[in-house]
């Protein structure tokens, strides 16, 4: 990984901690930018789009509920030579907190995207039930081998990685950590202002809940794993034990 400082067209790529030689497992669990985009550049493009889209970025989700919008994603033909470089961080993307909840469930799924929703069940006034509703399949995104692959890597993005601040008391639990530059009004990234998120799901080996955190401009600490990992330790251990 460069040691920290690698060159994509004419953008400086860095790492939040200068990284040597890293297995991919490790790219995840260190939250490594420039082994990441280096996977991205195999890949290309197209791949990279594409599964971004099955995934369910730069659509609406289709939740009951009114106002959601699409986010953000341009298809390759509108990519700049440092694209390659910037998509697969997270830059040039805009994502709601919703799409990054069900993206990280379909890995919890064994591969399904599913619809979210948040009515139940609608009664008429004598408790009668007129309309219910349940949990409905989209599409399949990624196989469930490579499902159960992704999940063991995120289990250890908790265990041994930049998630650590997520470990729940008496569960396991998968996720990942995100640091996001916000945007400026004109257009830059700003080197002051951030998103910091975390999103997971538990018991990694069945899981019944996902999470995902986002906190707005964070102060004096920004970085995911150290802002938003604790809040998902805290909400998960929560459910957890009152669902058991």
Same mark, same amino acid.
């Given at each position: 990984?460069?040691?920290?400082?690698?060159?994509?067209?004419?953008?400086?790529?860095?790492?939040?901690?200068?990284?040597?030689?890293?297995?991919?497992?490790?790219?995840?669990?260190?939250?490594?930018?420039?082994?990441?985009?280096?996977?991205?550049?195999?890949?290309?493009?197209?791949?990279?789009?594409?599964? @971004?889209?099955?995934?369910?970025?730069?659509?609406? $989700? +289709?939740?009951?509920?009114? %106002?959601?919008?699409?986010? #953000?994603? /341009?298809?390759?033909?509108?990519?700049?030579?440092?694209?390659?470089?910037?998509?697969?961080?997270?830059?040039?993307?805009?994502?709601?907190?919703?799409?990054?909840?069900?993206?990280?469930?379909?890995?919890?799924?064994?591969?399904?995207?599913?619809?979210?929703?948040?009515?139940?069940?609608?009664?008429?006034?004598?408790?009668?039930?007129?309309?219910?509703?349940?949990?409905?399949?989209?599409?399949?995104?990624?196989?469930?081998?490579?499902?159960?692959?992704?999940?063991?890597?995120?289990?250890?993005?908790?265990? @041994?990685?930049?998630?650590?601040?997520?470990?729940? $008391? +008496?569960?396991?639990?998968? %996720?990942?950590?995100?640091? #996001?530059? /916000?945007?400026?009004?004109?257009?830059?990234?700003?080197?002051?202002?951030?998103?910091?998120?975390?999103?997971?799901?538990?018991?990694?080996?069945?899981?019944?809940?996902?999470?995902?955190?986002?906190?707005?401009?964070?102060?004096?600490?920004?970085?995911?794993?150290?802002?938003?990992?604790?809040?998902?330790?805290?909400?998960?251990?929560?459910?957890?034990?009152?669902?058991?």
């Amino acid at each position: 990984c460069e040691n920290g400082s690698y060159k994509v067209a004419t953008h400086i790529l860095h790492d939040h901690r200068p990284h040597g030689w890293l297995t991919f497992r490790e790219v995840i669990e260190q939250s490594s930018n420039i082994g990441t985009t280096k996977v991205a550049q195999i890949l290309g493009p197209d791949v990279v789009y594409r599964y @971004t889209k099955l995934f369910g970025f730069g659509a609406k $989700s +289709g939740v009951d509920l009114p %106002g959601e919008i699409t986010g #953000a994603i /341009k298809e390759p033909r509108f990519w700049s030579k440092v694209s390659i470089g910037a998509v697969p961080i997270g830059q040039e993307v805009g994502v709601t907190t919703l799409q990054l909840a069900a993206a990280v469930s379909v890995i919890a799924n064994g591969g399904q995207l599913m619809k979210p929703y948040i009515v139940k069940e609608i009664r008429d006034r004598y408790g009668e039930i007129i309309k219910s509703f349940s949990p409905t399949s989209v599409r399949k995104v990624i196989s469930s081998d490579t499902a159960n692959r992704i999940k063991k890597i995120l289990t250890g993005v908790i265990e @041994t990685g930049t998630g650590k601040l997520a470990q729940i $008391s +008496g569960f396991s639990a998968a %996720g990942k950590t995100g640091t #996001a530059q /916000k945007l400026e009004p004109n257009g830059a990234y700003s080197h002051n202002k951030f998103m910091a998120s975390f999103i997971g799901f538990a018991p990694a080996e069945d899981p019944v809940i996902a999470i995902a955190v986002v906190v707005d401009e964070p102060r004096p600490y920004y970085f995911g794993g150290v802002v938003a990992a604790p809040v998902f330790k805290n909400e998960a251990g929560d459910v957890l034990r009152y669902l058991k």
